[in-house]
């Protein structure tokens, strides 16, 4: 192959892989979006606004699949090897978690549903409100790894990486927040088991911003970092503990 062919074929590897990465920005968007959405549906009382947004769960799972018959293009097409190919598969991982993430919103809608298209009564916003807190965090966390994913800034990918660890901490203390309606009213119990499926989805949402930000960089560094501490990962990048 001669160096002009050479670089036609790279030029058209980066447009396609381009193309790809662009698809994957909108899927970051939509998958905010559903989550907050989701949240304000359930803050609104409206089942209704909460149905639309399980329905639009099927665009991320359309593009999930576009994404995926681009990339088997891609690789059948180009054949990459060593970074083109460490590009690819981080790709790929980004739009698995990302589809993911929309299935833990569609879960957040789906209690506004249950609670209004019940019989049972509607919990207080007391006992709601450890899911609006957490949601706002969760919602950055994953602005943040897409921004880190746009721009390939590992600096951005390990803030996501220490933002789960206080996520951790936070679904500990909402857990032990919880218990204590249950304990001031017996009829909580119910109410007490949903949330608590709710506040997982939502540590769920945040553990896949998480994932999203170790494939960055996994992309930048070819190091996989997910059973590395903090220090380990801070080392790896060369970057100042604040």
């Given at each position: 192959m001669t160096d002009t062919e050479t670089r036609h074929t790279v030029h058209r590897f980066d447009k396609e892989l381009n193309e790809i990465a662009e698809l994957?920005?909108?899927?970051?968007?939509?998958?905010?979006?559903?989550?907050?959405?989701a949240v304000k549906a359930l803050k609104k009382e409206d089942p209704a606004r909460a149905h639309k947004v399980i329905r639009r769960d099927r665009k991320l799972n359309d593009l999930d699949i576009?994404?995926?018959e681009k990339v088997i293009q891609l690789i059948a097409r180009r054949a990459p090897v060593a970074k083109d190919l460490?590009?690819?598969i981080a790709v790929a991982k980004v739009v698995t978690d990302l589809e993911r993430t929309g299935d833990e919103a569609r879960k957040i809608a789906a209690l506004c549903v249950r609670f209004h298209e019940s019989d049972h009564h509607v919990p207080s916003d007391n006992i709601l409100r450890?899911?609006?807190?957490?949601?706002?965090?969760?919602?950055?966390?994953?602005?943040i790894a897409m921004q880190a994913f746009s721009s390939l800034d590992n600096e951005k990918a390990f803030s996501v990486l220490l933002m789960d660890e206080e996520l951790e901490f936070q679904f500990d203390s909402m857990l032990r927040h919880l218990s204590t309606y249950v304990?001031?009213?017996?009829?909580?119990?119910?109410?007490?088991?949903?949330?608590?499926?709710?506040?997982?989805?939502?540590?769920?949402f945040g553990g896949h911003a998480k994932n999203i930000a170790g494939h960055?960089?996994?992309?930048?560094?070819?190091?996989?970092?997910?059973?590395?501490d903090a220090d380990e990962i801070r080392q790896l990048l060369d970057l100042q503990e604040a």
């Open positions: 994957v920005d909108q899927m970051g968007v939509i998958a905010v979006q559903q989550l907050r959405r576009e994404v995926d460490r590009q690819i450890d899911i609006y807190s957490m949601s706002k965090y969760v919602s950055v966390m994953l602005e304990m001031e009213d017996s009829r909580n119990v119910g109410h007490f088991v949903d949330i608590v499926l709710g506040i997982r989805a939502l540590e769920r960055v960089i996994f992309l930048a560094t070819a190091k996989d970092v997910r059973h590395l």
